[in-house]
Nanobody, 130 residues
Framework: QVRLVESGGGLVQAGGSLKLSCAVS????????MGWFRQAPGEERVFLAT?????????YYVDSVKGRFTIVRDDAKSTVYLQMNNLKPEDTAVYYC??????????????????????WGQGTQVTVSS
């Protein structure tokens, strides 16, 4: 069974940066996409970024983080990262990574719904102070 472990969260001042890690281990099978989501207290889990495991490693971001967050992968470490710059207090949330094993849509499609992903990590807290 695949296991995802997030790390790298913490407390940072507004304007600062954090780099979250998502280490993938276990019998992971295939990977078609990985995504990052976040969930603030009392709110739904929302999409942030996704990377398709294609030759071009196509990425897609929600508008609120575009230009500030970057998703990258390191296959040698079986790890996906979320580099977060210019953090804002409204970025405070628990951050989750997720994996999707198989393609389920034809054509150009980015997986932005939580129920489209197969396995999840336990989350890491990010707190941005003003």
């Amino acid at each position: 069974q695949v296991r995802l472990v997030e790390s790298g969260g913490g407390l940072v001042q507004a304007g600062g940066s954090l780099k979250l890690s998502c280490a993938v281990s276990g019998r992971s099978g295939s990977t078609y996409a990985m995504g990052w989501f976040r969930q603030a207290p009392g709110e739904e889990r929302v999409f942030l970024a996704t990377m398709l495991w294609t030759g071009a490693d196509t990425t897609y971001y929600v508008d609120s983080v575009k230009g500030r967050f970057t998703i990258v992968r390191d296959d040698a470490k079986s790890t996906v990262y979320l580099q977060m710059n210019n953090l804002k207090p409204e970025d405070t949330a628990v951050y989750y990574c997720a994996i999707k094993h198989s393609r389920t849509h034809i054509g150009v499609y980015y997986y932005t719904y939580a129920n489209e992903y197969d396995d999840w990590g336990q989350g890491t807290q990010v707190t941005v102070s003003s």
